[in-house]
């Protein structure tokens, strides 16, 4: 028997225009690259989103085209969250950060139509336009008076907002339809693209609104300093919309004093970032006593990314008296799986107790199955202790690659595998333990051990290199190479970083060099990793 609902799309249109409808004065403040400080509503954003929508459908975009941006969090990029995928094209969002030929190869490995990019851009879009396969047409994001010179081809966003009006019915389509693409920064080989659907967006924006969830609402003002770039802003963009909460976007400064200044001024009850973000937040507080703290509204900090050590929690509580939320994801789960909020027979713990949970990942929130299991896929138990390979599966959840990369990437029941080692306790706080792969997170991304080696081996005095990552106070994690200098060879650190430094990307490159007789290896020659942690637990990088 078929129930009797209606049965209503859940498409990203719909999130905009309700934040139009019933929050209409609701702000959002925007930095710009040019130094603007910028004032707008959900009511003047649904209209400029309608009118790039309008603008794109001209140049002839359809349903399923991507759409690329290299771009900061701006309004302007906001509207394009709502305008691309609203029309039914795909929101491609690229990483900046990564290396030059890993945007080369994500660009034209997603075929984009179009790309907007914001000016602090211009030079690498210059670079990189006449390798881009697809890409036909090229957007400054910005107006007519601060276009770039030498790229008098490309369009002026705000002269495609200009040439259209904003009467627009949003297409209806299937919920299950492509709205956005983010790759993932790659461990080994190249990127891989997840391609997300209008309908796992509006499900997960539902739990970054729930108690147990971010607790997002229509009172917060929310400063984003997690990048539109990084697995859809962890779908703030969309969730700020569903709530009518009040966005602060600071564009391409995410330095201590600006961050300060943004949160002072506009009031802000929450904010997001990586713990970077946040150490250098603290030490900009730290190094100017005289600021007036009281001025801070902050009530919650949401942390991911990367762990977040358990110090910087205690210290956002001692500084601001936030509550610090850590969550755990990845570009795979949307990227929310498990988020740390206390449960009510936490209340009477002291706050030493309850760090020690904050520390952990988070508890599994409804959307998202967790579970562990041993080398041989056999689930282990929910004790706390017992440690296994972290799997997950739930509707905003990939099923696949974008065109198939990587080939099968769930069990037969349905199981991703993170690539996370972890416990899990019988109230559903996840902690990871280790990494299955020894890629090293560093300030919220990735970097590929295995890539740095194979572009350190690939200097003709280095017979054999390692990449391990260490401790590091500001960073979380830096990686440290190790090399086995070929019989004879004459070089040094200096000389490996110098010809690593147009091989990655500048923050790939390791903190220290080391040179070593040999590497350890197990019995079918792979690099035995952990007894280099082991044995270099307690170097202490240069800088």
């Given at each position: ?96 950060r990564l290396f030059p030929d890993q945007i080369e190869y994500i660009i034209n490995h997603a075929e984009d139509r179009v790309l907007f990019f914001d000016t602090t851009f211009a030079e690498l879009v210059a670079r990189l336009r006449p390798k881009l396969k697809f890409t036909t047409t090229l957007v400054v994001m910005t107006d007519r008076a601060h276009m770039p010179a030498g790229l008098e081809d490309c369009l002026c966003y705000e002269d495609l907002v200009a040439e259209q009006d904003d009467e627009l019915d949003w297409p209806q389509f299937e ?369």
């Amino acid at each position: 028997m078929r129930a009797l609902m209606q049965e209503r799309q859940l498409l990203i249109s719909t999130l905009i225009e309700h934040a139009a409808l019933n929050h209409p004065l609701t702000e959002i403040v925007s930095r710009n690259c040019d130094g603007e400080t910028v004032r707008l509503n959900y009511s003047q954003l649904r209209s400029r989103a309608a009118k790039i929508a309008k603008a794109l459908i001209a140049l002839g975009i359809e349903g399923g085209d991507r759409v690329a941006t290299l771009a900061w969090n701006t309004h302007r990029h906001m509207e394009l969250y709502f305008g691309v995928s609203g029309m039914g094209a795909v929101l491609h969002t690229v990483n900046p950060r990564l290396f030059p030929d890993q945007i080369e190869y994500i660009i034209n490995h997603a075929e984009d139509r179009v790309l907007f990019f914001d000016t602090t851009f211009a030079e690498l879009v210059a670079r990189l336009r006449p390798k881009l396969k697809f890409t036909t047409t090229l957007v400054v994001m910005t107006d007519r008076a601060h276009m770039p010179a030498g790229l008098e081809d490309c369009l002026c966003y705000e002269d495609l907002v200009a040439e259209q009006d904003d009467e627009l019915d949003w297409p209806q389509f299937e919920e299950t339809r492509a709205s956005s693409l983010c790759y993932t920064s790659g461990t080994t080989g190249n990127p891989k693209g997840v391609l997300y659907s209008h309908r796992s967006t509006v499900l997960h924006s539902f739990t970054a609104c729930a108690s147990d969830g971010l607790k997002v609402s229509s009172r917060d003002c929310i400063l984003l300093a997690v990048p539109l770039f990084h697995v859809n802003a962890w779908g703030i963009p969309y969730t700020s919309a569903m709530c009518g909460a009040k966005l602060v976007l600071p564009g391409p400064w995410l330095d201590g004093k600006s961050l300060f200044e943004l949160a002072a001024a506009e009031g802000c009850t929450m904010s997001l970032g990586v713990p970077t973000v946040w150490l250098g937040f603290l030490k900009y507080l730290d190094d100017h006593p005289e600021l007036d703290l009281s001025r801070l509204r902050f009530d919650r900090i949401v942390i991911g990314g990367s762990a977040a050590p358990r110090a910087i929690i205690e210290r956002l509580h001692e500084k601001l008296g936030a509550y610090t939320i850590q969550a755990w994801g990845m570009s795979e789960t949307s990227p929310l799986g498990t988020i740390g909020n206390l449960l009510p027979q936490h209340d009477g713990l002291t706050l030493d107790e309850q760090f020690a949970l904050r520390a952990k990942q988070g508890r599994v929130i409804y959307g998202v199955e967790v579970r562990i299991t041993d080398d041989n896929n056999r689930p282990l138990p929910r004790d706390g202790k017992t440690s296994g390979d972290l799997k997950v599966r739930g509707p905003w959840v990939a099923a696949a690659y974008f065109k198939g990369e990587g080939g099968d990437v769930l069990d037969d029941e349905g199981w991703f595998a993170t690539g996370d080692v972890a416990s899990i306790d019988q109230q559903g706080f996840v902690q990871i333990t280790d990494r299955s792969k020894d890629v090293i997170k560093s300030g919220g991304e990735w970097i590929s051990s295995i890539d740095l080696e194979n572009a350190a081996v690939a200097h003709p005095a280095v017979q054999e290199a390692a990449v391990i990552g260490l401790p590091h106070p500001k960073w979380q994690e830096r990686p440290l190479l190790l090399v086995v200098a070929k019989p004879g060879a004459a070089v040094d650190g200096a000389d490996i970083l110098a010809f690593l430094a147009d091989r990655v990307a500048r923050w790939w490159l390791p903190d220290d060099v080391v040179f070593v007789e040999e590497l350890p290896h197990t019995a079918t020659g792979k690099l035995q990793k952990n007894r280099l942690r082991e044995q270099f637990k307690d170097f202490t990088f240069k800088h």
